[in-house]
């Protein structure tokens, strides 16, 4: 069997690390809001840089130990860019690590030229520093995930755990070398840049889909939720009553329904324009998040105007002291530029199956009662 040249061999891994490259870039610019991805982008030119630079000159010496320096130092930096991505992706933003990310740069450099000629302290220092970065970036990708977000994470991050293995197994056998010269370092070195080509293709494919994966959620998100509370918004409660109507019939489990009406808020808006009235529903919803247990739902239908499901309320006792502590979470003073505002509530409630079978006469049953509440008729 013929042998593969090593300038095919060039060309074809440097068609691959370039395409990788470029598909980086298109990710980058399509989803440039999404945190993670640029830095994720220069970690693939800095991989695809060093390869390029060095790879030609592998074997010739003399300026082979000059352009090892350049691959080595990418090679650091590239890792160092990949556990940044992943911190930036899973919600770990930080403007300090960049700068002290900029001062790992010398340092690198620094190692790579200390052990240009030797190449067993070469691959020691470089896999030992490599191998955690990569196996970190790993571990933040599916840190505290589940579900879909764990198979669709885990997949970008089972490429950089192989890689940082390998690299962990090539530090330890460069340390048998260091420590006991014997068969030298040509198994290991393939194996890792077997790997290193495997985790450049495998985590290009594997961050496109997390990509992809993420865009989807924001999509479902901005389709479900109100854009100025984040609480759930007209759909969801929609869909989400309907649900607790079908366990309720199924179980038999009473609940009620809480409509919640802000007196007062033209007013607000009047006096202090529509930016107060916002950062009002804002602390409002921030405040409803705070009386919520974790079974009960809380959404705002639009304007002013909030629904509430809280779970086992099932007759007129409960639902009047339900009332009464939604109330005392709810209103109160809220200062609002430079001057205290006080919120106040109307709370309608309705009562399953007491007060309706359906969501539509639950919801005027609750309609009704929060109208009496407003007008002090409750």
């Keep these: 069997m013929n042998s593969l040249s090593v300038p095919t061999l060039y060309l074809v891994i440097a068609l691959v690390s370039a395409m990788c490259t470029l598909i980086t870039l298109i990710l980058w610019r399509i989803n440039r809001d999404m945190a993670g991805v640029f830095p994720w982008f220069l970690a693939t030119l800095a991989n695809t840089v060093?390869?390029?630079v060095a790879f030609p000159f592998a074997g010739r010496g003399g300026i082979e130990h000059y352009l090892t320096?350049?691959?080595?130092s990418l090679a650091l930096i590239g890792a160092a860019l990949l556990l940044e991505g992943a911190l930036q992706f899973r919600g770990h933003l930080s403007r300090w690590r960049w700068?002290?990310?900029?001062?790992?740069?010398?340092l690198f450099v620094l190692i790579a030229w200390v052990n240009r000629l030797d190449p067993v302290a070469r691959h020691l220092a470089?896999?030992?520093l490599s191998a955690p970065l990569m196996l970190a970036a790993a571990l933040v990708m599916v840190w505290r995930t589940r579900g879909a977000a764990f198979r669709v994470y885990g997949l970008a991050a089972l490429f950089p755990a192989l890689l940082g293995l390998v690299l962990l197994y090539r530090g330890a056998w460069a340390l048998q070398e260091t420590l006991s010269p014997g068969e030298g370092m040509e198994a290991p070195r393939a194996l890792a840049f077997l790997a290193a080509?495997?985790?450049?293709?495998?985590w290009t494919?594997?961050?496109t889909v997390a990509c992809y994966f993420r865009a989807h959620l924001s999509t479902l998100q901005l389709a479900t939720e109100d854009?100025?509370?984040g609480l759930p918004n007209r759909r969801q409660i929609d869909a989400t009553l309907q649900r607790t109507l079908r366990r309720a019939k199924?179980?038999?489990?009473?609940f009620a329904v809480l409509l919640i009406d802000l007196n007062e808020f033209k007013q607000v808006n009047d006096r202090f324009g529509h930016q107060a009235g916002d950062q009002l529903l804002k602390a409002v919803a921030q405040r409803l998040r705070g009386f919520l247990r974790e079974a009960d739902f809380a959404g705002r239908l639009g304007g002013d105007e909030f629904l509430v499901i809280l779970h086992g309320v099932g007759d007129s006792i409960s639902a009047q002291a339900a009332r009464d502590r939604l109330r005392r979470a709810l209103d109160g003073p809220l200062e609002l530029r430079g001057t205290s505002v006080l919120v106040r509530s109307a709370i309608g409630v309705a009562l399953w199956p007491a007060q309706g079978d359906s969501a539509d006469a639950l919801m005027r049953a609750a309609d009704a009662d929060m109208y009496r509440d407003k007008t002090g008729h409750s």
């Design 50 to 52: 060093g390869f390029l």
């Design 99 to 106: 700068r002290a990310g900029l001062l790992l740069i010398p």
């Design 69 to 72: 320096v350049i691959n080595n």
């Design 205 to 207: 494919f594997g961050i």
């Design 197 to 202: 080509m495997l985790c450049l293709m495998g």
């Design 227 to 229: 854009v100025l509370t």
């Design 250 to 254: 199924r179980y038999a489990e009473h």
């Design 126 to 128: 470089h896999d030992l």
